[in-house]
Antibody, heavy 117, light 106 residues
């Protein structure tokens, strides 16, 4: 199992960014995918998840990002996306994708998002 | 939201010491608790799932116990490679929440 995030970078407050998480080594469409973030020098914060299509592909989000962030998936490409809109400086951090909903057994290496003017 | 209160926030121990980290949930989470290890610049690594189950490939010096609202993570004999920050995480309810982390030093 391998998960690789991409799409991070420096972005101004109020702008948007889309992160990608490409999975391999497993049947991507069979699994829910979660996003976790970590501000510099801080702890881990759950961002949200998307269930597999078998379970409706439904999404859930942390209150801090609800309405601004959107998780989607393209199972034909083995990619989960995290669309970050209306970014704030406090969204700065490393964003990790993980497989599954509860027991987070597999993690990507993370991608750094820096929100700054 | 379920609050996870982890303590201590940091500790210093010697090689060979037994280390204990506690995690208190603000409500009953049954056994839906995991423990992760994170080394600087790396992604977290699952060590213990469902309170007390050792993840495949993880050394047996790591263990976990508890239920309901009180949980404990142990390192039986601290090794130099165990220097890291450890986090508890509940998945009983949404949003998933993590403890604040415990930084373990030698």
């Amino acid at each position: 199992v391998e998960l690789v995030e991409s799409g991070g970078g420096l972005v101004q407050p109020g702008r948007s960014l889309r992160l990608s998480c490409t999975g391999s080594g497993f049947i991507f469409g069979d699994y829910a995918m979660s996003w976790i973030r970590q501000a510099p020098g801080k702890g881990l914060e759950w961002v949200g998840y998307i269930r597999s299509k078998t379970y409706g592909g439904t999404t859930q989000y942390a209150a801090s990002v609800k309405g601004r962030f959107t998780i989607s998936r393209d199972d034909s490409k083995n990619i989960a996306y995290l669309q970050l809109n209306t970014l704030k400086t406090e969204d700065t951090g490393v964003y990790y994708c993980t497989r599954a909903l509860g027991v987070l057994r597999f993690w990507g290496q993370g991608t750094l998002v820096t929100v700054s003017s | 939201d379920i609050q996870m209160t982890q303590s201590p926030s940091s500790l210093s121990a010697s090689v060979g010491d037994r280390v204990a980290i506690t995690c208190q949930a603000s409500q009953d989470i049954k056994n839906d608790l995991n423990w992760y290890q994170q080394k600087p610049g790396k992604a977290p690594k699952l060590l213990i799932y469902d309170t007390s189950n050792l993840e495949t490939g993880v050394p047996a010096r790591f263990s976990g116990s508890g239920s309901g609202t009180h949980f404990t993570f142990f390192i039986r004999s601290l090794q130099p490679e165990d220097i890291a920050t450890y986090y508890c995480q509940q998945y009983y309810d949404l949003p998933r929440t993590f403890g604040q982390g415990t930084k373990v030093e030698i």
